[in-house]
């Protein structure tokens, strides 16, 4: 069977001027990615700041153009598909954000926002109709429909973004890109959030990219995780697999870093030196060999390592991924 959506090598890349002297330069944000979403499943997407994950995100629903690789919408070849024919297919792929607070129109009756989605696609033959359809969407996910008249400033962060998920689900989608849905909630709130979109995903059956940079919250909600450094996908599995054993450095510190559930105890931080290095000048070979602990000279700098399947459905991409020193390494 096909998957619901499928990418093959996709890249998005983007031109920019800088310097005094306005030189054209390449932000690589995503490259040769390859992934696959299948009906009802959540992968989860993981990975620090400005690791190209809300551009892949968007490219993936063509919010972005990729510069490149090919698009599948349940089989169907949709990378070059005109905006016409994009558009019925719009309504099938949605998005919800961090910040349901900018993604939200301040001006606009919590009612209208999602009521809006349902008039762009004609999913309601009349006003009576419409809002049966609003109350009840918003109902489903934890409203009261007498805040229905409400403005988005009215509502705390984690309502907000219930609103955001109700917009979404007005037109009945078959995948949601949740670009980092939680990440601005309080710690007590985001569970309910995470909650809510599991109980959605059993009754309607919706599949997501749960986008993230903490690996525990992923953990919880996705089938399969992919782990992404400076627009690759360093390592892919499904959870039990990647949290059982992680083979990628990055993808070991990352959840090394995972926060204490014990709210005194002081937070880990990430066991990395340094920062993501800039797309712009991403390091040769292993982009991640100036980080990596166990990099190897001569290889790990010149070599880019290729994505292998060391198990079934489990990816990596590094030359000592399988190294006995590496898995016998202790875990936290
Ligand atoms: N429109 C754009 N033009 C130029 N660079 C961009 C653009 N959008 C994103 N980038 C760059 O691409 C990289 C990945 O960004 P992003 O996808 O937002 O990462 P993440 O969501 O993981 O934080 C970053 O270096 C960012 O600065
Ligand atoms: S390929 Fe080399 S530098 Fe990259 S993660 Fe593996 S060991 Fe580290
Ligand atoms: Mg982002």
Redesign the pocket.
């Known amino acids: 069977m096909a998957h619901l959506l499928e990418a093959e090598k996709i890249s998005t890349h983007f031109d920019v001027t800088r310097g005094a002297f306005g030189e054209r330069a390449t932000v690589r944000a995503v490259n040769e990615v390859s992934l696959h979403i299948d009906p009802g499943e959540t992968l989860g997407l993981v990975g620090e700041s400005g690791c190209g994950k809300s551009t892949l995100g968007r490219s993936l629903l063509r919010l972005i153009e990729p510069t490149a690789g090919v698009l599948r919408f349940e089989g169907r070849d949709i990378t070059r598909l005109p905006a016409a024919a994009l558009r019925p297919l719009r309504r099938q792929m949605q998005m919800i954000f961090q910040d349901p607070y900018a993604s939200l129109n301040p001006r606009m009756r919590v009612s209208d926002i999602v009521g809006e989605a349902l008039d762009i696609h004609q999913l309601a033959a009349n006003r009576r109709e419409r809002d049966e359809r609003v109350m009840a969407l918003l109902t489903r996910v934890g409203l009261r429909p007498d805040q229905a008249s409400r403005y988005p400033h009215e509502f705390s962060g984690g309502q907000r973004q219930r609103v955001g998920i109700a917009r979404a689900l007005a037109v009945s989608p078959r995948l949601i890109v949740a670009d980092e849905p939680i990440s601005a909630l309080d710690v007590s709130i985001q569970a309910q959030i995470v909650n809510l979109l599991r109980d959605l995903q059993d009754e309607l059956g919706i599949a997501y990219l749960f986008v993230a940079h903490d690996l525990k919250i992923v953990q919880w909600i996705s089938h399969r995780v992919a782990v992404m450094y400076l627009g690759r996908v360093v390592e892919e599995a499904p959870s039990k697999a990647l949290y059982a054993l992680p083979r ?3 993808a070991r510190a990352l959840l090394r870093a995972v926060p204490e559930p014990d709210p005194t105890r002081k937070r880990r931080r990430l066991a990395l030196e340094g920062d993501v290095p800039s797309p712009l000048n991403p390091p040769a070979g ?1 982009a ?2 100036p980080r ?1 602990p ?3 000279r001569g290889r ?1 700098d010149t070599e880019v ?1 290729a994505l292998r399947e060391l198990a079934p459905g489990h990816r990596v991409a ?3 991924a399988d190294d006995p020193s590496i898995l016998a390494a202790a875990m936290p």
């Open positions: 990628h450095p990055y292993c991640f060999h990596c166990i990099a190897e790990c390592p590094c030359h000592r």
